[in-house]
């Protein structure tokens, strides 16, 4: 239809006209004459139609954009509203950094099988009480959980630390909830160490009526690490020679508690209970299911656990209902 003409006298033809014809060849020419051909003797179009038709249809090729505008208008309304939702979405993936830890689902999956001599006839933690460097030189990498009580009974944190001397420290200190330290949510609904400060007094307090929350995260802010470990020392037990990170862990809250897991890191844990009890629960891998079994145990303020958290499943819960609990946690190796 495009290429319509009288083709009564080709003298005058459209110069565009002619090498489009000649560009197209004269079999496909001639087909599409014989159709304008019968179109025309239907009697249900005439001339003017199909030269309108080709009209049309070339300025549709000279005009592109006309055709593709509602397209764009389309796509640019799909990302108008895709992306607040999209923002809203990587918003809480970075606040709430344990969403998959440590790509945790990754690790599990291809971790070592357990050598199952770690948990063969162990039926509950060691405990020992206040004891020297040296009185604790045999237990120092044993792979059983181990509670030392009153160990950390005379540090100031125990006296000075709490929620509140944690939150003044974190908003005087500049940048201190910016850096990039991994926030631990747990069960509750705090994205972030910044939620948890801005929280209403009534809220940290556990006031009547009010949910139960239990947080944690890395202080590796280096001012605020610095100032931390002013109320608290490097355990007197540990070996002189084992390494420690320049990072801590706190954990504070009340009820709840962490969930069962392996911890995939480079050295043992150790933990400080400063306030509030805990309930422990560890187990073997699976693959030692049949050689070992789980136990509980339960610590009270003043007492240090050291676990091998690469090796045993472990979870924790604050037993008492009410109570405010806050731990400090630290690697050694």
């Not at 950094?97 to 440590?102: A, D, E, K, V, W």
């Amino acid at each position: 239809m495009f290429l319509f003409w009288n083709r009564s006298s080709t003298r005058n033809v459209n110069p565009t006209a002619r090498r489009t014809r000649e560009s197209l060849g004269e079999d496909f020419v001639r087909k599409l004459d014989a159709l304008h051909d019968d179109a025309l003797r239907t009697g249900l179009v005439t001339t003017s139609d199909l030269q309108e038709a080709y009209r049309k249809s070339r300025d549709a090729d000279l005009n592109p954009n006309k055709i593709n505008m509602w397209y764009v208008l389309g796509i640019l309304a799909f990302i108008m509203v895709v992306t607040p939702l999209f923002y809203e979405i990587i918003t809480f993936l970075l606040g709430v950094r344990c969403f998959l830890p440590n790509n945790y689902i990754v690790s599990e999956a291809t971790r070592p099988i357990s050598d199952c001599d770690f948990c063969r006839d162990v039926t509950g933690p060691k405990i020992l009480q206040n004891l020297t460097r040296e009185e604790f030189s045999p237990y120092a990498y044993s792979s059983q959980p181990i509670i030392i009580k009153n160990a950390v009974a005379h540090w100031k944190a125990k006296q000075l630390l709490n929620f509140d001397y944690l939150k003044d420290l974190y908003e005087r200190i500049p940048g201190a909830m910016d850096e990039k330290c991994q926030f631990l949510n747990f069960r509750s609904d705090f994205k972030s160490l910044q939620d948890v400060f801005a929280m209403p007094s009534v809220r940290s307090n556990l006031s009547i009526g009010q949910t139960p929350w239990y947080v944690g995260w890395s202080n590796c802010h280096s001012v605020v690490l610095e100032e931390l470990r002013k109320l608290y020392p490097r355990p007197h037990f540990l070996p002189v020679d084992a390494e420690m990170p320049n990072t801590d862990y706190i954990f504070i809250g009340y009820e709840q508690g962490d969930f069962m897991h392996l911890d995939y890191i480079p050295r043992l844990v150790w933990q400080a209970q400063l306030q509030g009890n805990k309930s422990w629960i560890v187990a073997p891998t699976p693959e030692c299911d049949h050689v070992c079994q789980s136990f509980s145990f339960y610590v009270e303020p003043g007492d240090a656990v050291l676990v091998d958290t690469r090796i045993w499943y472990h979870g924790s819960s604050i037993p008492n209902k009410g109570q405010f609990a806050l731990t400090i946690q630290s690697e050694y190796g």
